[in-house]
């Protein structure tokens, strides 16, 4: 719908001290007030809300606000803001409110309250002024906003606003008790439902940057004809704009893909076998006295040198350019339970407590420490022009002194009590020293605002990802300098990144839709069924494991391998030549080189493909997946179940990069006149299958056999679409 804003005023008394204040950029303004014009021209409710769609960590907080200041200078009178259940929160959310409408406070105009403490003789001077409360999503809350509204008549009268901040499902335990949460869910909604009923004309807003649980709900879903789901949506959708310095999923999943680009640096892989280290101390596994040595905990050991390193980079570059010094924090979230949280403590402490005596006595394995961790850093500072790199002295004295005068805290984030006693007056995380380290579970997720983060060791492996909640726990996105995002490095299992890299693709084609304005058309969810037919699939129940987003011109190829020995795969490897030349002779060519061939012939060359690449630990090839894409593509075009086939013979790729990363772009040498520019040239109705027929030599990292590397490419015209390779019922 198009909604016109001319008509709001920009210089009522609480909006115009807003945009004074915080000097808001157009975009934003714009989207404050095309929000505001939408929860007046349109009925919402708590079922059929406004949405305000954000990104994870990027100024949502502020646009609500904004919102809000608006809307007391349209007619409303209370803002009731829901916030999700921890007291950290709460108090962030009571702080922010303070410090942003401060002038309106000091003149009486509004008054701010935490619904759990509020006096309880309200007087008619103190009801007559503009109002927000802030209730937790807890039935305690809701019950004590009950009874106020119950109590004061007057209130009943005015014009509400709800404000639903960070409305999902991503609950501290949500993956666990979920018929419990949803049961819970229920309540809440009843008794927002009830609130409600005893007011005049409420409208109300949901806030968040993880809205599948609302787009995809778990309610009465229907299967439209073909394929297309239409669950039940918000009455509309505002999208947040995201402001220069905001790093999110297309730093650490996009760009992080270009040879040499400082995103390209960001993550390091870790092994399965260290995070079974981190669940519990096993005095077999872990020597503490040789924790700066031991080969089974390396990547804990150079994340927190690295950590220190990073920071020492940082505040060497500020003391330079005559800046203030800023401190820095580090997050290990690996672990839900207790003692796992008190074990990864001890390593910490461990760690510092060695790498303080070998700074103190300058020993060799201190200086070859600092020095791979700085030779790691070093690369992406330098792809930064405007900041001085400090060469490896500088740092290494920066560090022997940080650790001298014991620069490092560690602790344990695990409670609300811990939060609580961890936040400084504006309800944030209190960085204590220069360099924080944070050990933690989901108490860490929940909306705290955690300040110059440059280093996240993350290891939660659920059995189900959900997507709520592995956004939620993305702590490293969010306004970021560039010149500390050259210092930070993201830690996990190539499993997880890999989950994390599918989801973030999901989020970024949903809001791809939300753009275009494609989201009323549905987007595609799609699974096999046991007879191998391809069906539509309800949302919810997508594992995300084993989501592949798919949309025009989209590649996929199976990444990280070894090939089997020549010996085994000679003979496989002479009938994928026999079956791609038998399917070159039986198609026509286009001018190109391509040639049509049937999905089933596809399909056989492939499961052939499958038999001779060995996967590396956390790389998937999942055969059932890639046939179950060709079929869904291959079956998009009216004219039949087609695939363009593409072959290129006596490549000479390497099995590693420079950067020692696998090779993932076999299909792309020469820029713009490789295999996959033809590819897409003739994917428009049919997708294309890249076949490359390497040499696989022993001196490129191969095992000297000869091989097939398939890649595919979906056609220009089909929807962005979900494909389940497994669901919750599978």
């Not at 007046?40 to 200041?69: A, C, N, W």
């Not at 519990?280 to 050991?301: A, E, F, P, W, Y």
């Amino acid at each position: 719908m198009t909604v016109t804003f001319q008509h709001l005023k920009t210089n009522g008394a609480f909006f115009k001290y807003l945009n004074k204040k915080n000097q808001y950029k157009q975009p934003v303004r714009e989207c404050m007030l095309r929000t505001l014009a939408k929860l007046q021209d349109t009925d919402t409710t708590e079922h059929r809300p406004g949405m305000l769609l954000g990104k994870i960590q990027s100024g949502k907080t502020r646009t609500f606000i904004g919102v809000m200041g608006l809307a007391y200078d349209h007619g409303f009178d209370l803002v009731i803001l829901l916030t999700k259940g921890t007291n950290a929160l709460v108090k962030q959310t009571y702080a922010r409110l303070h410090e942003e409408f401060e002038g309106a406070i000091e003149q009486d105009a509004l008054q701010v309250f935490d619904i759990m403490n509020m006096p309880d003789n309200l007087r008619k001077y103190e009801l007559s002024q503009k109002l927000a409360l802030i209730v937790k999503k807890e039935t305690h809350n809701l019950d004590r906003l009950q009874a106020l509204m119950e109590k004061y008549p007057a209130l009943q009268n005015k014009r509400v606003l709800f404000i639903d901040d960070e409305a999902d499902f991503a609950s501290v335990a949500y993956e666990y008790k979920r018929e419990q949460n949803v049961t819970q869910m229920r309540v809440i909604a009843s008794k927002i439902n009830n609130l409600r009923k005893a007011l005049d004309r409420p409208a109300f807003l949901q806030v968040t940057a993880t809205p599948y649980s609302l787009y995809l709900q778990p309610e009465e879903m229907k299967v439209h004809v073909g394929k297309v789901f239409e669950p039940i949506r918000p009455a509309f959708t505002e999208l947040v704009p995201v402001h220069d310095r905001y790093i999110g999923g297309g730093v650490y999943f996009d760009k992080s893909e270009k040879d040499g680009h400082l995103a390209s640096y960001l993550y390091h892989e870790v092994e399965e076998k260290e995070l079974e280290v981190m669940k519990k101390m096993d005095g077999r596994r872990v020597k503490m006295d040789r924790l700066l040595s031991q080969k089974n905990i390396t990547n804990i050991r150079k994340a927190v040198v690295n950590f220190i390193v990073g920071a020492s980079i940082r505040r060497f570059q500020q003391r330079m350019k005559g800046r203030r010094e800023q401190k820095y924090s580090f997050i290990i979230h690996t672990e839900r339970g207790k003692n796992a949280h008190a074990w990864q403590a001890e390593l910490i402490q461990g760690f510092e407590t060695l790498l303080t005596e070998a700074a103190r006595s300058e020993s060799e394995e201190f200086h070859r420490l600092v020095r791979e961790s700085y030779d790691d850093l070093i690369r992406s500072v330098e792809t930064l022009k405007k900041t001085p790199a400090p060469t490896f002295n500088d740092v290494y004295e920066e560090v022997r002194h940080s650790l001298d005068e014991e620069y490092i805290v560690s602790s344990v984030v695990n409670s609300e009590k811990d939060v609580t006693e961890l936040l400084d007056h504006k309800g944030e995380l209190k960085l204590r020293a220069p360099m924080n380290i944070f050990i933690g579970g989901q108490i860490l997720d929940r909306g705290v605002t955690i300040h110059n983060l440059i280093g996240f060791f993350y290891g939660r492996n659920p059995k189900s990802f959900q997507q709520d909640t592995v956004l939620q726990h993305s702590r490293m996105y969010g306004a970021r300098p560039v010149a500390d995002l050259a210092v930070t490095r993201f830690y996990t299992t190539q499993k997880i990144y890999g989950v994390m890299k599918r989801i973030h693709e999901f989020d970024r084609e949903l809001r791809d839709a939300f753009e275009r304005g494609g989201h009323h058309k549905g987007v595609v969810f799609i699974q096999r069924d046991l007879k191998d037919m391809i069906m539509p699939c309800n949302p919810n129940k997508i594992l995300l494991s084993s989501l592949t987003m798919i949309k025009p011109h989209k590649r996929m190829l199976p990444v990280g391998f070894q090939t089997g020995y020549k010996t085994h795969i000679e003979k496989t490897i002479r009938k994928i030549d026999q079956l791609i030349e038998k399917a070159r002779n039986h198609a026509c060519a286009t001018n190109d080189g391509a040639y049509l061939i049937p999905v089933t012939r596809a399909k056989e060359i492939l499961r052939l493909v499958h038999g001779t690449l060995e996967m590396e630990t956390g790389h998937d090839f999942h055969l059932d997946e890639y046939e179950g894409i060709l079929d869904y593509l291959g079956s998009e075009a009216q004219e039949g179940a087609f695939v363009w086939l593409l072959t290129k013979t006596n490549r000479q790729i390497r099995r590693f990069k420079q950067d020692g990363k696998f090779e993932n772009s076999p299909d792309t040498p020469g820029k713009g006149t490789g295999e996959l520019t033809v590819a897409r040239k003739v994917a428009q109705q049919h997708p294309a299958l890249i076949m490359l027929r390497q040499e696989g030599k022993k001196e490129h990292g191969w095992r000297g056999a000869p091989f097939w590397w398939p890649v595919i490419v979906a056609q220009a015209e089909t929807a962005p679409t979900v494909y389940a390779n497994k669901t919750l019922h599978d």
